[in-house]
């Protein structure tokens, strides 16, 4: 959610944002659990990319198989969809907030950690983003 | 119409399921060991080719019939998949995502943890083959069910209702 929000402009990449800034986005200050999977529209970026986020708790590369994998036999094409894996970059901080918030319903004091965590980690995500939109640029080669 | 059966690892209920949708197993009996070991991919399916979507043949209203192993999150992939299609235009009535899995015992879980998990299948494929003769009426219910579905939504397009 974050990354995506960086990717569109709507969080700030030259600065940590305050914990507001992070609270402000959509479902980050209370996440009900049953909301892990779906594939929520973020906005779009300077180049017309749509820029979508989703919580993923099971296996990325299975996760990604599968969506590219059914899409396929239902007609889509999935060439101009680039999946994103964040989870690399999240520490406890932001896994023990998700758990505070999205499992044991503790929504203030687990958005306030994962927002701790969130900021600590921000350098790095802000530097997934720029790597991602080298991607779509063309001048990095995609993850594989 | 495209119907895809999904277990977590593509290897067990999805596919005897599917095989049953598909005429290769007869629904009126319950399969020995032997058919079931017959059937493709029954616990042959590497966790390598989680996500893999196998194709498994033709349904009785010409539906195509489709095997997929979700791993563990099963319900993270369902919304994900789900979500995904419904951002691409695709209509929730062109196909139905049928969770094999909730239809397995603690028996199929077994034998599949120990033959793929573990490497057991000597061990492991006669469990999880007696366990999906212990639960074949509830995966010919499934199929049942997912096959009355199927009519129903042909016979609705056919009537160009939603």
């Known amino acids: 959610m974050v990354c995506a929000a960086i990717h569109v402009g709507r969080l700030p990449e030259d600065r940590v944002p305050a914990p507001q800034d992070l609270y402000a986005l959509p479902g980050f200050a209370s996440e009900s659990p049953g909301r892990a999977g779906w594939i929520r529209p973020m906005g779009k970026d300077p180049l017309g990319h749509t820029v979508c986020f989703l919580g993923n708790r099971?296996?990325?590369?299975?996760?990604?198989?599968?969506?590219?994998?059914?899409?396929?036999?239902?007609?889509?094409?999935?060439?101009?969809?680039?999946?994103?894996?964040?989870?690399?970059?999240?520490?406890?901080?932001?896994?023990?907030?998700?758990?505070?918030?999205?499992?044991?319903?503790?929504?203030?004091?687990?958005?306030?950690?994962?927002a701790r965590g969130v900021r600590a980690a921000y350098p790095g995500l802000v530097g997934l983003v720029r790597r991602t939109r080298a991607v779509l640029r063309g001048e990095r080669p995609p993850r594989r | 119409m495209k119907v895809f059966y999904h277990c977590y690892g593509s290897s067990h209920t999805s596919v005897?399921?599917?095989?049953?949708?598909?005429?290769?197993?007869?629904?009126?009996?319950?399969?020995s060991l032997r058919e079931l070991d017959r059937i493709p991919n029954f616990d042959r399916v590497r966790a390598a080719d989680l996500g893999t979507v196998f194709f498994a043949g033709t349904g009785p209203d010409g539906e195509e019939v489709y095997v997929v192993g979700f791993g563990p999150g099963k319900d993270v992939i369902r919304r994900a998949v789900l979500s995904f299609l419904a951002l691409k235009g695709v209509s929730p009535d062109d196909y139905l995502l049928v969770d094999a899995l909730s239809r397995a015992n603690w028996v199929v879980k077994a034998g599949g943890i120990a033959s793929r998990r573990l490497g057991l299948v000597s061990l492991g494929r006669p469990i999880a083959a007696l366990g999906i003769r212990q639960v074949y009426q509830r995966l010919v219910e499934l199929v049942e069910e997912t096959q009355a579905e199927v009519r129903r939504r042909k016979t609705l397009a056919g009537r160009g209702l939603p």
């Open chain 1, 58 to 114: 099971a296996r990325f590369e299975v996760l990604e198989r599968a969506v590219r994998q059914i899409g396929e036999k239902m007609g889509v094409s999935t060439a101009d969809v680039l999946y994103v894996d964040t989870m690399p970059l999240a520490n406890w901080l932001m896994r023990l907030g998700s758990l505070g918030s999205q499992t044991i319903r503790l929504d203030g004091l687990g958005a306030a950690i994962a």
């Open chain 2, 16 to 31: 005897v399921a599917a095989a049953i949708h598909t005429g290769q197993l007869d629904r009126r009996r319950t399969p």
